[in-house]
């Protein structure tokens, strides 16, 4: 009988150890095998659902960024809308400051052109007053004033169309102030004096002296004053004072006159004055005396023609009637 030896009964184990040991590696190494796919499986599912969740939440946030965008062009557009109604705003406000510029402007220059009126009215009511003044009353004082406010008005006003006026009123006043106090004025004082001077005129004429007198005038002349008479000259009293009186009727009728600037009345008034000289007193170097003075009375000029008078209102008037009817 064959002897199994040790050796050979280790090696015919080892035969069947090896291979079970290879196929409990495979086993064990597909069991790892196995479980790794599952795990990667299972990974690769749960990155895919992470992946999806995190697509949805981007979609979400995208579709919130869009609506956003969306929002945003609106309110740019309504923006852009609201910057173009205030743009037309400011640009109507710009223009209606402008036209209110131009209004403010032309209220300033009516302004400005009614002042100028006004001065000038004044100025055409103060030399009317002046020349009715001189003219009807001779108020030479009166006018002098009304002609220096005249000029003060003329002076506050800066057009320089003026200058030919106050030139004109210059001349004006230069010529007024050459006629002193006036000729009525300086008339009336000389009618007062000679009116005074009239109780210095002798009623009866001088008889000449005893030598040159006839001799029966001479027998006569203790007894008789012989004077010789005028038919023209009254003699009675009553007659005397009734003539009296009516002289200084004629004589206030002749101031009258004088004060209206009546020549035609201041003459006759005269006249018929020197009518009651040669009734009341006789001839006499007095009375030729008193006749002179009364014929230049008689001849003075109640208006006197001064050239320049009214001229500054004439021109006045006229610039008035330029402007308003260009």
């Not at 009964?9 to 796919?37: E, N, Q």
């Not at 009126?117 to 100025?123: D, I």
């Not at 009258?256 to 008034?269: I, P, V």
């Not at 018929?272 to 003075?300: I, V, Y």
């Amino acid at each position: 009988m064959n002897d199994v030896s040790p050796t050979s009964t280790h090696r015919s184990s080892l035969r069947w150890v090896l291979p079970l040991i290879v196929l409990g590696a495979l086993c064990a190494a597909g069991w790892f095998g196995w479980h790794a796919w599952q795990s990667w499986q299972q990974q690769t599912a749960l990155a895919r659902n992470s992946v999806v969740q995190e697509m949805s939440a981007l979609r979400d946030s995208m579709e919130a960024l869009r609506s956003d965008q969306r929002n945003n062009a609106r309110s740019l557009q309504d923006a852009a809308a609201t910057n173009r109604v205030l743009r037309d705003e400011v640009l109507g406000l710009g223009q209606r400051s402008a036209l209110l510029e131009g209004s403010v402007a032309k209220l300033a220059d009516s302004s400005h052109q009614g002042a100028q009126a006004v001065r000038r009215e004044e100025a055409e009511l103060l030399l009317s007053q002046a020349q009715q003044r001189l003219v009807y009353a001779d108020d030479i004082d009166g006018a002098r004033r009304l002609y220096a406010l005249a000029a003060e008005v003329l002076e506050s006003t800066d057009n320089a169309d003026y200058l030919n006026l106050r030139q004109a009123l210059i001349q004006e006043r230069n010529a007024i102030d050459a006629l002193g106090p006036g000729i009525r004025a300086s008339t009336a004082g000389q009618l007062t004096a000679w009116t005074t001077s009239l109780n210095t005129l002798p009623e009866q004429v001088a008889h000449a002296a005893d030598a040159e007198q006839p001799w029966w005038q001479q027998l006569l002349s203790p007894l008789v004053q012989i004077h010789p008479s005028d038919s023209r000259v009254l003699v009675a009293r009553s007659e005397r004072m009734a003539a009296t009186d009516a002289l200084q009727i004629e004589l206030s009728l002749a101031r009258a006159a004088l004060e209206r600037g009546d020549e035609q009345g201041w003459q006759q008034a005269l006249d018929r004055t020197d009518g009651w000289l040669l009734r009341l007193w006789p001839e006499s170097p007095q009375r030729k005396q008193h006749r002179d003075q009364l014929q230049a009375m008689r001849d003075a000029q109640l208006r006197p023609a001064i050239p320049e008078l009214g001229s500054t209102l004439q021109q006045l008037r006229a610039m008035r009637a330029a402007k308003e009817f260009p």
